[in-house]
């Protein structure tokens, strides 16, 4: 019985022994659980709305004031035959329909971007120290991860908003392209966008083309902070801005010439069967997928060679450098203004 007992008193002893170290590492796991959730939970309660107020105001401010740019970049890459060079289709465009026409889709671009602001730069803000505490706490505390982070919560943040973007840039496009659409506002340009096509396209069609313009388009947008990073050695505030400025116009140059493929795709996407002439016929079929609707605007000049033919993705470059340039110089100088206006802290003093 005793040798029983002792067999029974060791086997028990045994699975004491062997439930500790498993015991042990679920307290181990949960410990450090609570110590990274705690600062994340410390950002996260310290979210500050203000970012998202300075990011949506100077959005749509900056968007809104280019609008006429945007409109003569939209018809040349909707229409590139009748649409030909910047001051060109300026002057026609006000020939033919008068100087208010430059207006066109006013209103989608200033609720568009105006939310697609707010989440692009006040997203950024708050993603930006949960990207650096998890760089700090992956590579070590007295690591330097570099521009990584910034990028990373640039990026992430291009991509919620761009999800907004959707809609409202199918409704400005159509309103710019589109005569049928030429007297509607945001709401009947919407619901007509609704009865064509359903909910369920209107706010998905163009969606990855969407992502790749503003997904690679977003790294603008963290050039003020990248400039931030490269300028704290320098004291006035002035250099600091500058520095960040151009930091962010850089960044622009760059982007703008990644994603203008997709800003083309997204024109050729939403600008609707009335707006195709009689040497380009409209299909439906295509124009319902990324593959058809490239397709399309490389059989334009698809005769020409395969570099003309590639070179239609590019189509309007000279307009769109001319609107993201002017769009990236006032965002970034109203975005500096309405944060003091706030109470935050001005680009490059802290």
Request: hydrophobic fraction near 40%; include cysteine; aromatic fraction near 6%.
């Amino acid at each position: 019985m005793s040798k029983v007992g002792g067999l029974e008193k060791r086997k028990s002893t045994g699975r004491k022994r062997r439930s500790r170290p498993w015991f042990s590492s679920v307290l181990t796991f949960v410990s450090v659980l609570g110590a990274s959730a705690t600062p994340a939970a410390s950002i996260a309660s310290s979210i500050d709305y203000r970012y998202f107020v300075a990011g949506g105001t100077c959005a749509a401010i900056s968007h809104g004031i280019t609008c006429p740019i945007d409109v003569v970049k939209t018809r040349m890459q909707s229409n590139p035959s009748k649409y030909k060079s910047l001051p060109q289709s300026t002057a026609m465009i006000i020939k033919e329909e008068g100087v208010q026409a430059l207006a066109t889709g006013l209103g989608p671009t200033l609720v568009g971007y105006g939310i697609e602001g707010a989440l692009k730069f006040g997203v950024y803000e708050v993603m930006k120290p949960l990207v650096v505490l998890s760089f700090t706490r992956a590579l070590g505390a007295n690591s330097n991860p570099g521009p990584a982070p910034f990028l990373i919560a640039s990026i992430t943040a291009g991509a919620i908003a761009s999800l907004v973007l959707v809609p409202m840039e199918s409704a400005r496009i159509r309103m710019v392209t589109d005569s049928d659409f030429g007297e509607m506002n945001l709401v009947s340009g919407l619901r007509r966008l609704v009865e064509e096509s359903g909910l369920r396209v209107t706010l998905t069609a163009g969606l990855g083309a969407m992502l790749a313009k503003q997904v690679i388009n977003s790294p603008r947008s963290a050039g003020l902070t990248l400039g931030d990073s490269i300028s704290k050695a320098t004291s006035p505030h002035a250099v600091k801005w500058i520095v960040s400025v151009l930091a962010a116009m850089t960044a622009s140059v760059i982007a703008c010439l990644l994603s203008q493929p997709g800003d083309v795709i997204l024109t050729e996407t939403y600008k609707g069967c009335s707006v195709a002439n009689e040497d380009e016929p409209c299909d439906v079929t295509k124009k319902n997928t990324l593959w058809g609707v490239s397709s399309t605007i490389y059989s334009r000049s698809e005769d020409k060679g395969a570099v003309p033919a590639l070179s239609g993705f590019f189509t309007g470059l000279q307009a769109r450098f001319l609107h993201v340039g002017t769009i990236i110089t006032s965002q970034l100088v109203i975005y500096d203004i309405v944060k003091q206006l706030l109470g935050l802290p001005a680009t490059g003093s802290h």
